[in-house]
């Protein structure tokens, strides 16, 4: 390893080297001892002068202590900085200069201090501005120096906004009545979306700005319409329309109903209008949307629906009903602590209400004890086990004074976790049990560090924030398991208990999916958040509630009614429709007319008579309105109310029987063609034979007679009709 002395000349082969920590000492022949360095240590050490200029590397240099001292053409010895360190002699020296500078003109109410930053060198500046935690935007806030406000916000950087702009910037301000301060913050959409954070702020400064905003926003608007009556008012500045979303969500969120002629005003702003669905300042797409929906705003949510660019992707996230997947918990790890959108609330309060009786009947202790009973039966049917370091299969008992008493080795043999680890591990993997030990007080199983726990006055034992979710708990277990209320969605009885218990255990070890496996790393199968098998670490407190309500599914009271579901059941009534008005008088007419339609070798006039014919079993306004009437009763009777109560449903609905008003050729025959017409076989039964369409006469189209027949004939073909014994298949 090549070595050199501070002045970059070699060290002679040949003299006595030590290390001493990370440094290397060198003994010259007069016996002194020196520091030397490697060729690629010293390549990176670059010195300065207090000015700044760069050390020559052929000047002579010695380091004593922590300081550099170069010994100039002269013979004069100066000291020297190394460069490239934020902490560095020259660097503070200078700093101090600057921020003495700094306080002497803030403290003589300086309004031309931005002058004084914008000449100092940029790492100065930020360094600057930082100061104290920011206190010259405070200072500028409180002395109303709007020039100064404009260019430290322009020196800032966006992801150092949060710090800055505090609630205290705001109270500065309004303390000296600097409304011009405030008025330019809010102006600035990141710095109005960090201020709704906090209340006071909301209160004081946001809510007196956006009614000045509002006015000002519609005198405009009258303005504009006054001289250009066939023109359409916009936002042209990209700030202010991004200002608008903003201050939609701040409408959105203050649900008031009187607010509704400004949110429709600012929606059909073209400029707006264009960015309603993006992400903009805010955490997801169409959160203007999502946030309707969580404070129960149905009326703006009405409004934004029928948006078509948020109504898209509102179909493609199902509407923004929240998901029961395991993926909720290990990839959004704090997505159970968000507040639950109103239809949710009122979904679990049905559910609390049904099981109430029992839970006052059987008492919350109880119940919570059955349910402990069953995890210990579901266990002991399949336990969890080991292979001894001898090859015995050793079954792990259910409690931890058992569990002690076998006595595991806990030194590992070579590459291997010991008997004691695998049989930890083996533990944290079992479901039955995991969810157990979330019930255990105290859970001897708990991680010793683990956040999220209580503990007793000794700080012996531990276990998890359970115990004020019991009823609830109590409640879920009831349902999960009530053998009287009929499965859904595919469940069956074991498999919605299943799901339950599943759920229980990872709230158990809700923050053992927070370390992100690496690759290399011994006994891990694949890379990204996994199952650290370590002690248990269960959920906090504010996020088991979420975790809760998503444990139960496959029970009427609990399942979430989506779009989906009402579209299938409109499908039903739409074919029930068609099935009424399509008779055997009538079904060789609409039957040519639907072939007549799809013949693109027919004369153009031919085939408008074709769709003009099809029309005439259009759902008109009155049937639409029965066919809603009989969709609420239908769906209101088995969820509960969710759908009436739910605008973004209803909406959906009635979008969904809608017609293109574009397309005068639109009719619901073509438009349910493969959803209730084009698939819908009608199957005729005549002693043992099954009648299936041909598809050339499917569906509706086919006799609604079944015509007798003889056993012992055999099968034939009948005008399209193929006639099948015993077994029903389409050609």
Known sequence: MPFRFTNGDPVPEGLKLRKEGRRWFVTLENGQEVVVFTAKTLSHLRLRFENGNEVDE?????????????TLEDGQE???????????????????????????????NDASLDSYLSSLERRYRSAMIAHKKYEVVRWAAENGHLNVMEYLLGEIKPKDLSKTITANVFDLAGKNNHVHVITFLLNIPSVFSLAEEHPQIRDKCIIPFVKEKLLTLERAQLTFE??????????EDDNESTLSLCILRHLICRNDPLLLDDLQRLINIPSVNLLIHQAAEFQRDNELLYRALVVGNMDAARLLIAVPAVQVLAEQNDYYRIKSHTSVLHVDKESSMRALPAAEQKRMQRAIEHYDPKLQELTVPVIMDNLRDTLCARYKAKPAQIISDVGITIVLPMNWKDFEALNFCKKGLERQPSEHQRALEAYYQHKDHTA???LLKPNPWIHSEALYVKVNDLGTERWAYFDGYEPLIAMLFLAASDEHIEPCDGFTLEARLEH????????????NWDVFIEEGVPGKESLGEQDDLDADRPSCYSGVKKRLFQSVLGHPLLTLLTVDIVKQKLNELVREHFKAAITDDNRDKYKKAWDDSLNDDLEFDARQAAMACLKELDINSEQKKMLLETLVGDLDKKYGGQFSNDAILCASAEAYLELDEKDKSATHATQFAYITWYNCLEVKVAHNYIRVSSPSSMGLFSS???????????VEEDDGLTLRKNFCFSE
């Open 58 to 70: 052929l000047l002579q240099r010695r380091k004593e202590g922590k300081c550099w001292y170069v």
């Open 78 to 108: 100066v000291e020297a900085f190394a460069s490239g360190s934020a902490t560095s002699t020259l660097r503070s020296s200078k700093l101090r200069k600057f921020y003495s500078e700094l306080q002497n003109r803030m403290e003589n």
């Open 226 to 235: 006054e001289t250009n009556s066939n023109g359409v008012f916009n936002i």
């Open 436 to 438: 157990f030990r979330y």
């Open 500 to 511: 339950f218990i599943d759920e229980l255990a990872h709230i158990g070890r809700a923050h």
């Open 704 to 714: 609604s007679r079944p015509e007798p027949m003889d056993h012992d004939l055999p």
